[in-house]
């Protein structure tokens, strides 16, 4: 090894020093580079198109990506989303032309952070794609159908990345602390069971981030009388600190419509199991809150009207007294939402009443419905022949009360749950008289 090598090795990151070379190294995805795969056999036969590597950080997608490179024939080019520009991805088209003309090379072009490309970049490289000069790696941890333009998207192969398992993780370490050449296999390092499954479940599917802390425990522990570094597991906690949760803006509005679904399911455990994990991945929680406020009369309605008002005081309480105290009547909200009994006559007439509103003519309001406020009313006949309710008994009194063009429609169906039972049985018992 010489000298460049040795400081490299020392300033290098152990999660960059230890990244797989081969396919047959790489950790985790089995389900794309896994033996027969369609992806595996695409970079083992050098002939793998324009694709996009979707998933969180730490699965492997820049690994894997780098095994192309040390395989493939044709050029290998790594460019940012974030400092490349229009000017340099020309340069490098105008490259790749050279020397497919010249050569009859062709050249990858891996964009990281693929969703952070303008519409203008993405556009200037679209000729270059369709004619083949180039093909195209797209690297990105949010949701290329929703943070990327179709145009590329419809030319690339999506494949998806999950989080590796706790096993996949532990693999890694346990790699990284055996090799001698790249890893921390010159050390003389013993790790406890629990320290290693420590990291490896705190890492939440990130092996970067537990190689990262694995290093860190390494490199600031001191050796014993015998020469060794022991880790512990309070020195593994005290390396890695918190679990990361890996919440993109994809990831954050699937885990809050799960928490919404929950709500609407009546399951309070799952609502909980949501919400804290919003809550811990960093969301804000004034949108939770308002979220269980249009639930409270979208999922409940009038068959718990309370469940309104627990929400919403759950979101005055959030105001007033800020987190962490407000998860607590916030989870309370939770709750009664969760155990109400569920209608969802609210959301449906209203759904009916605005389409209706949307799609039948306008036609002049009903003579004794309009209004007697203004002066001079009475001289054009507005309000005559209206039935003031609490003149009659019951201070109820029949008359039409509906637009002209939706006369007869009932928008408003309650349900038999809960409190809304007795306005159900009201209604029934006006319709047989």
């Known amino acids: ?19 797989p070379l081969t396919l047959d190294e790489f950790i985790g995805q089995a389900h ?12 083992e036969t050098d002939s793998l198109t324009s694709s996009i590597f979707f998933g969180p950080p730490g699965v492997g997608k820049t690994t894997l990506a780098s095994i192309i490179a040390n395989t493939t024939n044709s050029r290998f080019i790594k460019l940012n989303a974030v400092t490349s520009g229009v000017k340099e991805i020309r340069s490098v088209i105008q490259e790749a032309e050279k020397h497919l003309e010249m050569y009859g090379i062709g050249t990858y072009v891996l964009l990281d952070e693929c969703h952070r490309w303008t519409k203008a970049q993405s556009d200037s490289i679209l000729p270059a794609l369709e004619s083949g000069t180039i093909k195209f790696i797209g690297s990105t941890t949010e ?3 929703i943070a990327m333009t179709g145009a590329i998207v419809s030319r690339c192969r999506v494949f998806r990345f999950y989080p590796l398992t706790v096993d996949d993780v532990k693999t890694a370490l346990n790699r990284a602390l055996t090799d001698k050449e790249r890893g921390l296999g010159r050390y003389d390092v013993v790790i406890d069971a629990d320290a290693l499954d420590h990291i490896a479940y705190i890492a939440n599917g990130d092996v970067r981030c537990a190689l990262n802390a694995l290093e860190l425990a390494v490199l600031t522990t001191e050796k014993d009388e015998n020469g060794r570094i022991h880790i ?8 890695i600190q918190a679990k990361a949760i890996n919440c993109d803006e994809q990831q954050f509005y699937d885990m809050l419509s799960a928490f919404c679904k929950s709500l609407r399911g009546g399951d309070s455990s799952a609502a909980l199991a949501w919400f804290a994990r919003l809550i811990y991945a960093g969301a804000d929680p004034r949108i939770i809150v308002r979220r269980m406020i249009a ?4 999922d409940v309605g009038l068959a718990n009207p309370q469940a309104l008002q627990q929400a919403v005081a759950a979101a005055q309480a959030l105001e007033l007294i800020g987190m962490p105290e407000a998860r607590l009547p916030i989870a309370q909200a939770i709750i009664f939402i969760c155990e109400s009994p569920k209608s969802n006559s609210v959301v449906m007439a209203i759904g009916e009443a605005m389409k209706d509103a949307e799609n039948t003519i306008d036609e002049p309001v009903p003579v004794h419905l309009r209004d007697t406020s203004y002066k001079g009313a009475a001289k054009l006949g507005d309000g005559v022949g209206y039935k003031y ?3 009659y008994p019951n201070h109820e009194v029949e008359q039409e ?3 002209p063009s939706v006369k007869g429609k009932k928008y408003y169906i309650p ?5 809304e039972a007795k306005i159900a049985e009201k209604h029934r018992q006006k319709k047989s008289k």
């Open 389 to 391: 309710p609490h003149d």
């Open 295 to 298: 639930h409270a009369s979208e």
């Open 143 to 145: 949701n290329p159908y």
């Open 401 to 403: 009360y509906m637009p």
């Open 232 to 239: 512990t597991k309070e020195i593994a906690e005290d390396s």
């Open 32 to 43: 794309i580079v896994g033996k027969g795969k369609l992806l595996r056999r695409a970079i």
């Open 1 to 19: 090894m010489n000298l460049l090598d040795a400081q490299k090795r020392i300033t290098t990151p152990l999660a960059d020093r230890i990244r």
């Open 415 to 419: 349900s038999d749950m809960g409190l």
